[in-house]
């Protein structure tokens, strides 16, 4: 029961025994005694029920209180627009294959269709997610001004926060850490639980070369489409698989297809920051390297977060890309730094 409704049912009721009493007390005195112990029988079990009323109303406060893990100041409100989900083919079995993404940005852009249909089969998560001992309670580690869904930094600073999704894979996901290492770029990793366990050892080279590693579920599944509890298992598989491979608590976390719908309370409130981004390379469309770099070229600014992808498919094109963006935009003066360190949260959990 909310507000208003409370609130109206509550007056009615003490008017109720106003009008009992008075008409017991005031009008008929002389009633007989009968009579006047029905009415105050009557008038003590409105009493009664709108304690209980009271008190139910005030736990059921409290408790939404608690979940509601308001954000900051309360005009805080969330990225603009919420990234558009569209139905994607419902294809079974096969969970990373291209990468699809596209969220919304922060400010009006054109939108890019594309949207493949990728898809999930998973399995029974739900064991995954009461248990979990970590899962405690993240709620409060973020920063004030933080909003749930991060597309961008500030523009204060000329930097920039390259973002690869879908690994580690075997393949190319190395390539890049070799070019980032020799370009002495730090990126942030969104990974997939299944493939950290496929390639643990690539999961620990993105850690041990400076890079934040980051949650992007178990195995790519559209999270609006799961329910609450199946949503937590695939954050939380992923996060016991990362921490057993790398010792790493994840508090960073992108749903695949940037897919946030009605879900963003959910995810923040098991402890992530959603990161999404304002820069769609499409390099999951397979263009050529030039076209990958052009399509940064054009957008980039202060404070973006840029999306590539080291796996989940054939990623010679962003390897090929990578040199040659990393190269201008440094020529262009950006510098490079992680997702955390652009929007100043913290990577990992306590
Ligand atoms: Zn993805």
């Given at each position: 029961m909310r507000g208003d409704t409370y609130v109206t049912l509550k007056y009615m009721n003490i008017l109720f025994v106003l009008h009992y009493l008075y008409c017991g007390i005031i009008l008929f005195p002389e009633e007989s005694e009968r009579m006047n112990r029905k009415l105050w029988g009557f008038s003590l079990f409105l009493v009664i029920f709108i304690g209980v009323i009271w008190m139910w109303n005030g736990s059921t406060d409290a408790q939404e209180e608690k979940s509601a893990f308001s954000p900051k100041s309360s005009e805080q409100k969330q990225a603009p627009s919420q990234p558009i989900e569209k139905k994607r083919g419902q294809a079974s079995s096969k969970p990373v294959e291209q990468p699809?993404?596209?969220?919304?940005?922060?400010?009006?852009?054109?939108?890019?269709?594309?949207?493949?249909?990728?898809d999930?089969?998973?399995?029974?998560?739900?064991?995954?997610?009461?248990?979990?001992?970590?899962?405690?309670?993240?709620s409060n580690d973020r920063s004030a001004s933080t909003p749930r869904v991060v597309y961008?930094?500030?523009?204060?600073s000329k930097q920039v926060a390259i973002t690869f999704d879908d690994g580690p894979d075997g393949k190319y996901t190395p390539q890049i850490l070799d070019i980032l290492q020799q370009k002495q770029v730090a990126a942030t990793f969104f990974v997939i639980g299944q493939e950290v366990r496929k390639h643990p050892a690539v999961a620990k080279r993105i850690v041990n070369e400076n890079h934040i590693i980051a949650n992007h579920t178990w195995d790519h599944s559209y999270l609006p489409k799961l329910s609450e509890s199946r949503i937590i298992g695939e954050l939380n598989r992923n996060y016991r698989e990362v921490y057993k491979?790398?010792?790493?608590?994840?508090?960073?976390?992108?749903?695949?297809?940037?897919?946030?719908?009605?879900?963003?309370?959910?995810?923040?409130?098991?402890?992530?920051?959603?990161?999404?981004?304002d820069i769609d390379s499409r390099d999951w469309t397979m263009p050529s390297p030039v076209t990958i770099q052009q399509k940064v070229f054009a957008h980039v600014k202060s404070g973006s977060i840029i999306l590539l992808h080291s796996g989940g498919g054939d990623r010679s094109r962003t390897v090929r890309a990578l040199p040659g963006l990393i190269d201008k935009l440094r020529n262009q003066g950006y510098q490079f730094?992680?997702?955390?360190?652009?929007?100043?949260?913290s990577p990992y959990r306590e």
């Open positions: 699809e993404e596209k969220p919304k940005k922060t400010p009006p852009e054109k939108k890019e269709t594309q949207e493949p249909a990728k999930k089969q998973q399995p029974s998560d739900k064991a995954d997610s009461p248990d979990d001992p970590d899962q405690v309670d993240h961008q930094g500030p523009s204060t491979t790398t010792g790493k608590k994840m508090s960073l976390m992108r749903p695949p297809y940037g897919a946030t719908k009605g879900i963003e309370k959910n995810l923040y409130q098991q402890g992530y920051q959603i990161i999404n981004w730094t992680t997702v955390d360190r652009l929007i100043g949260v």
